[in-house]
């Protein structure tokens, strides 16, 4: 096993600044992820989290700090520049077309190269429930295995980096988990994963390392444990203050 191995980072926000119509929402954020880890960034509402997924996939400019690619600085580079080097975002409300079949949803993703057969394929194998539902419209899935759908069409590129947007949302708690898993099995395979999460009990089941993101800065990070909980309920109890 080589789980205590040191990663090779992929990913990496120094002093990330970012903004909207002037207003800073983020005030220098830090966060780097390694090959194969897994990282969870946990705030509450209107923290600046999302905002940090579309800043690691060139789609929001930072207004400050670097974004760094396998250690190749990337900051400015375009959201098509950076899915072609490997980084993937799952957005918040599942990124699936509702009005296509599964089977087009996935065929979609044979720009990438693949057949249409190695597409599906490797859909069906990581997430078998999807085989049986390839010809129903993707609108029509349950949340669960419309994530699931999401999953494997990001997949579909190949990516290094996975962004994943509130994965859990709307979910049952025994979907979460077992969504939660397939993500872990991903990062196993050496992908470097940054789960962002308002509610926290999943994902630090999986995660090897926590940022709290509060009012767009971290405050906390480091190891999930019980510092991390006090951190966590500070935040969500200040927030309303
Ligand atoms: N397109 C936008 N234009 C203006 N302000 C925005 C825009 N997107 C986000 N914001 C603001 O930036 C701040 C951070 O938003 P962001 O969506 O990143 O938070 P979040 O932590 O993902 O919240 P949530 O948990 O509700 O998804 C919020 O104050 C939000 O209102
Ligand atoms: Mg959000």
Redesign the pocket.
């Known amino acids: 096993m080589t789980v205590n191995a040191p990663a090779r980072t992929l990913l990496e926000l120094s002093a990330v600044r970012a903004a ?2 002037g ?1 800073t ?2 005030h220098g954020v830090d966060l780097t992820v390694g090959a194969g880890r897994i990282v969870a960034l946990l ?12 800043v690691a996939a060139g789609l ?1 400019p930072p207004s400050g700090g670097r974004l760094r690619l396998g250690g190749r600085d990337v900051t400015g580079v375009l959201p098509g520049d950076l899915a072609r080097a490997g980084v993937c975002l799952i957005p ?1 409300g599942r990124g699936v077309f509702p009005n296509l079949s599964v089977r087009d949803n996935l065929w979609m993703m044979t720009f990438t190269g693949r057949t249409r057969d190695q597409v599906e394929d490797a859909a069906y194998s990581r997430f078998p429930v999807l085989a049986g539902r390839r010809t129903q419209l993707a609108g029509t899935l349950s949340g669960g295995e419309q994530q699931m759908l999401a999953l494997a069409r990001g997949l579909g590129t190949d990516p290094a980096v996975l962004l994943l ?2 994965l859990s949302m709307g979910l049952a708690p025994l979907v979460v988990a077992d969504l939660y898993e397939r993500v872990a099995d991903i990062a196993r395979e050496g992908v470097a994963v940054l789960v ?1 999460e ?1 509610f926290a009990t999943a994902v630090l089941k999986i995660a090897d390392h926590a940022a709290v ?1 509060a009012r ?1 800065r971290v405050p906390w990070q480091g190891r999930p444990d019980g510092s991390l909980r006090a951190e966590l309920s500070a935040h969500y109890l200040g927030s309303a203050s």
Request: aromatic share 4%; no cysteine; hydrophobic share 30%.
């Open positions: 909207y119509d207003i929402v983020l705030g509450p509402n209107g923290a600046g989290k999302t905002t940090v997924l579309k929001h918040e947007d509130e962002v308002q993101l767009g």
